[in-house]
């Protein structure tokens, strides 16, 4: 089987943490990898965004990525949809000349365009991953823009399936786009449990600079709005653990990424946090366990979760994970067992959430086993296995119609 990725927007040989890298990409490197393995031969699209890329990169044979040129190299995300034809015409000529694909898989809703044109053009059925979308954010307090929303519309119309990462995602999209009868299939991602599995506390606060033993609160993610960052910093002031201390693993995001950053750094000189928080830029995504093991509790404040892939993450490190309880962390944290769901968003239940498990080494060290356990069931063999599956379905059945 042969099968053509789409993320047009990010690379998924970028660096997450920091721009329009983040989760996603994680998702879309180890899947391929994990399809890969599995005998499909997968050829991953993402537009260049830097004059140096190269025109190829083989990850691993079965796994290659191509640089498609379509507009200036650094365009803000906002401005992408304006090169979507160029995109689209590049993908569907590299197509072509090798030899034709039996499935497209878009990730992210301006892939999806991409691929709903893939469809008609070359005839072929199409499988899409939003990772996030239009109407959910908003219902959080992110309005995207209506252009983003009818153009979702218009994907899930045809798309042959539509995959999502949990449950709870699943019960979103039925609440926001209707029910796309036998459409709609379940693919969570994964962990690689190599990296990311429980160790010595103590040696991976050495490997990152932290001394002595104070209560040590991580997050990770990119700075922005929707991740909640100024929600961690309010909630460690609010802790009564006044010794404790906030690392924040991330860089600016977006057109305004900078301002946000600089409204964190003030944020934190108007609590006088300055001897206790602490900003890392974001790491290579293997070195994040490290962080992972060295935190008593990490902190996930965001407005929406498609997934949450830091929550299952730090869990697979044995790290209790304390977040809101929306979209995919429903499914991650175990509330009370692996850690806590905070149902408000309010630094306040945030602060009585942690200051729970740091008052108590007895449900901290339960939770850590809980969280380390939960995390066994996620593997990307098993996503690879389950889109496979559902790559099968749609070449062998008839082809949506555009509703």
Same mark, same amino acid.
């Given at each position: ?205 050495? &490997?990152? !600079? $932290? /001394? @002595? ?6 997050? =990770? *993610?990119?700075?922005?709005? #929707?991740?909640?960052? +100024? ?20 860089? &600016?995001? !977006? $057109? /305004? @990424? ?6 964190? =750094? *003030?944020?934190?000189?108007? #609590?006088?946090?300055? +001897? ?33 892939? =830091? ?93």
């Amino acid at each position: 089987m042969r099968a053509a990725i789409i993320s047009m927007h990010t690379s998924p040989l970028a660096q997450p943490g920091s721009g329009d890298s983040g989760g996603m990409n994680v998702y879309v490197l180890e899947t391929v990898s994990a399809l890969a393995h599995l005998g499909v031969d997968c050829v991953t699209y993402t537009r260049a965004d830097r004059a140096d890329l190269p025109r190829e990169v083989l990850v691993e044979p079965g796994h290659l990525v191509v640089h498609i040129e379509a507009g200036p190299h650094h365009l803000p995300k906002e401005a992408l949809p304006d090169v979507l034809d160029e995109f689209t015409e590049a993908v569907a000529a590299d197509i072509t000349a090798r030899g034709g694909v039996d499935v497209v898989h878009a990730n992210y809703w301006m892939s999806g365009i991409v691929a709903h044109r893939l469809k008609h053009r070359l005839d072929i059925p199409f499988v899409t991953t939003f990772h996030t979308l239009a109407r959910v954010k908003a219902s959080g307090g992110d309005i995207e823009s209506m252009e983003r929303d009818r153009a979702e519309a218009e994907v899930i119309g045809c798309a042959d399936a539509v995959c999502v990462s949990c449950e709870a995602e699943a019960n979103d999209f039925r609440f926001h786009y209707g029910d796309p009868a036998g459409r709609l299939e379940i693919v969570s991602p994964g962990v690689e449990h190599a990296f990311f599995t429980p160790g010595d506390r103590a040696g991976a606060r050495r &490997a990152i !600079g $932290i /001394d @002595g033993d104070a209560p040590l609160i991580v997050f =990770v *993610g990119r700075i922005q709005p #929707l991740k909640g960052t +100024d929600v961690a910093i309010r909630a460690l002031a609010l802790s009564s653990h006044r010794e404790a201390r906030l690392i924040v693993v991330g860089g &600016a995001s !977006g $057109i /305004d @990424g900078g301002e946000e950053v600089e409204r964190m =750094v *003030g944020l934190v000189d108007d #609590l006088g946090l300055g +001897d206790r928080v602490t900003f890392r830029p974001p790491q290579a995504h293997h070195l994040l366990s490290t962080y992972y093991r060295a935190a008593d509790v990490v902190v996930v404040p965001s407005r929406s979760e498609s997934f949450g892939l =830091v929550a299952l993450e730090a869990s697979a490190c044995g790290t209790p994970v304390v977040a809101s309880a929306v979209g995919g962390l429903l499914s991650l944290v175990d509330d009370g067992e692996s850690g806590f769901l905070v149902d408000d968003r309010r630094p306040s239940t945030f602060a009585a959430a942690i200051d729970a498990i740091l008052d108590d080494p007895a449900m901290a060290t339960s939770m850590s086993m809980s969280a380390s356990l939960r995390s066994t069931a996620y593997t990307w063999r098993a996503a690879a296995e389950r889109l496979l599956a559902t790559y099968r379905a749609v070449i062998d059945r008839s082809q949506v119609v555009c509703q």
